[in-house]
């Protein structure tokens, strides 16, 4: 059963930093590309950044280059998404996503919030 557990959300100042963590299991994590979206109050979803299973990570969203940084532990079947420069805007549900098996798979969400 594939679970992605995603952890590391909570509140913080603008211009502070958090580091997001995706927890994944039931399926070869090494083998898979994984994906970190975010969906914001009345928004569509976006996806904010992917990281190959060779460990490329790539930042999809212009408004967080420079701010947020990807990246992958195949070892431990984890990802994680590092921000920085936090921005009231970056304030959204942040969600693990990875297509395995002809289907999008999701965690839960982990909400972060940028307020002061």
């Known amino acids: 059963q594939v679970q992605l557990v995603e952890s590391g959300g909570g509140l913080v100042q603008p211009g502070g930093s958090l580091r997001l963590t995706c927890a994944a299991s039931?399926?070869?994590?090494?083998?898979?590309?994984m994906y970190w979206y975010r969906q914001a109050p009345g928004k569509e979803r976006e996806r904010v950044a992917d990281?190959?299973?060779?460990?490329?990570?790539?930042i999809d969203s212009d408004s967080v280059k420079g701010r947020f940084t990807i990246s992958r532990d195949n070892a431990k079947n984890l990802v994680y998404l590092e921000m920085s420069s936090l921005k009231p805007e970056d304030t959204a549900v942040y969600y693990c996503?990875?297509?395995?098996?002809?289907?999008?798979?999701w965690g839960q969400g982990t909400q972060v919030t940028v307020s002061s």
């Open positions: 996503n990875t297509f395995y098996d002809s289907r999008h798979r």
């Open positions: 990281i190959s299973r060779f460990g490329t990570g790539t």
């Open positions: 039931g399926f070869p994590f090494n083998l898979y590309t």
